[in-house]
């Protein structure tokens, strides 16, 4: 294109001038720039600009608003987690409380119950000792009337004749000490 | 072989106006600043339609563009200079634009004209000095006195602070437009061997394959080359405009 249009307006300029020092093109050029780049100063100051800046920061304050959400949920599901592990650990305390309880209170019973129990059986047990020691002493009573009798006859068989009472009573006596 | 300075000719297409003795003509340098601003209108206003929250591929490239700006303002002028972040989004856009559309073969590079680059810089370097003065007011010519510098050799500082600053437009201007003309320049030597030597026979079309290589590489360090030299004319801009905003450093 430039090449046929040149051949057109050949002698418009300035003759073996070296083009981009050539005056007479100045003014023309200078108008054009000043009109196309006017145009695009105003383009972008009040068109593009404003709004490839707004949209940059519309991300920004997105990006920044996602991350405040998110980090308000995380701290709500911390508090959630914490809540949770309180009333576990209150519901752990509690139940060892319970627990403990229990187990004392169970422990006092039975106590209570074996004392009575020991008890009763120690009556009786010394109830027992009691007839034992009577059943003893009335038997040791009989012996000595038997021992008596026993010896009173074998010497009667022995002698033929009966022994005085109180020489055997002290016999028996004697021989029962020993 | 083809004229290699013949791609920068302005070319007429047709007048516009006529300021006194002056014709406005649109040529096809305006036609590419045209094709500029639509393009990169289209892009924008194009790749942020959706307003997605997820980027696409488009919007994507959207976004990375504005933070590629916005955090080169940030870096080197403060977020007081964010001010001016229309401005020299403006700037990078175009300067880049342009830069890219040049490289498309038969098109005109708009920033290979002195003219366009000194403009751009000129505008940077008013907006330096109005918003200086009317921020700072006097205080403004702190930014030619440097902290801590011995009495006697503060006037020389001074003045070559001050030269410094009024050299800033040439420079800033220069970089570009050298570059790209000596890219676009470079190529076309470069091309032109390869059809040189490619109507020399055999052995002609054999030679040409290594001029061919280094066109194709020279056409991608060009790539990087129109990045970059969009990137400094922005980054300088920032460093300039942070003058004007905080000029006691």
Not at chain 1, 30 to 37: A, D, P, Q, R, S
Not at chain 1, 104 to 109: L, R
Not at chain 1, 135 to 158: H, N, P, S, Y
Not at chain 2, 76 to 95: E, N
Request: net charge neutral; with cysteine.
């Amino acid at each position: 294109m430039a090449t046929s249009t040149h051949t057109e307006v050949p002698s418009e300029h300035g003759k073996g001038v070296f083009p981009p020092f050539d005056p007479t093109t100045f003014p023309s050029q200078l108008v054009w720039l000043i009109l196309t780049f006017a145009i695009l100063y105003a383009l972008m100051a009040k068109v593009a600009l404003p709004r490839i800046g707004g949209i940059i920061e519309d991300r920004h304050k997105r990006v920044a608003d996602d991350v405040a959400a998110a980090g308000k949920l995380k701290a709500e599901s911390e508090a959630a987690v914490a809540a949770y592990e309180k009333a576990l650990a209150e519901a752990r305390a509690r139940a060892q409380v319970i627990a403990a309880e229990t187990r004392d209170k169970q422990a006092a019973e039975a106590e209570t119950s074996r004392k009575t129990l020991e008890d009763q059986l120690n009556i009786k047990l010394a109830d027992a000792e009691k007839t034992i020691a009577a059943t003893k002493q009335k038997a040791m009573a009989e012996v000595r009337g038997i021992a008596t009798d026993a010896a009173k006859a074998i010497v009667e068989r022995l002698t033929g004749k009966a022994p005085a009472d109180a020489a055997v009573s002290s016999a028996v006596d004697t021989a029962l000490k020993s | 072989m083809a004229d290699p300075i013949h791609q920068f000719q302005i070319v007429n297409l047709f007048p516009v106006a006529k300021v006194g003795d002056t014709q406005i003509m649109f040529t096809n340098s305006a036609a590419f600043m045209v094709a500029a601003v639509t393009v990169i209108s289209i892009f924008l206003i194009a790749g942020s339609a959706s307003r997605s929250l997820v980027p696409g591929r488009l919007q994507s490239m959207v976004e990375l563009s504005y933070e590629f700006v916005a955090n080169a303002i940030r870096s080197t002028a403060g977020s007081d200079g964010m001010r001016f972040f229309p401005f020299v989004f403006s700037l990078f856009m175009f300067v880049l634009t342009v830069n890219l559309l040049g490289l498309i073969p038969y098109t005109f590079t708009v920033t290979s004209h002195i003219i366009v680059t000194v403009t751009l810089a000129m505008s940077v370097f008013l907006t330096v000095l109005v918003y200086g003065f009317y921020k700072n007011g006097l205080h403004f010519f702190n930014l030619f006195v440097p902290k801590g510098i011995p009495i006697y050799i503060l006037p020389l500082i001074v003045v070559i602070e001050v030269i410094s600053f009024l050299s800033r437009p040439i420079s800033h201007s220069v970089r570009l437009f050298a570059n790209m003309l000596a890219g676009h320049i470079t190529l076309k030597v470069f091309a032109g061997f390869v059809t040189l030597l490619g109507s020399a026979g055999a052995v002609g079309i054999a030679g040409a394959v290594l001029p061919l290589g280094l066109v194709v590489a020279i056409t991608a360090l060009e790539l990087l080359v129109a990045f970059l030299q969009a990137y400094v004319f922005a980054i300088l801009t920032c460093i300039y405009l942070n003058d004007a905003i905080h000029p006691g450093h």
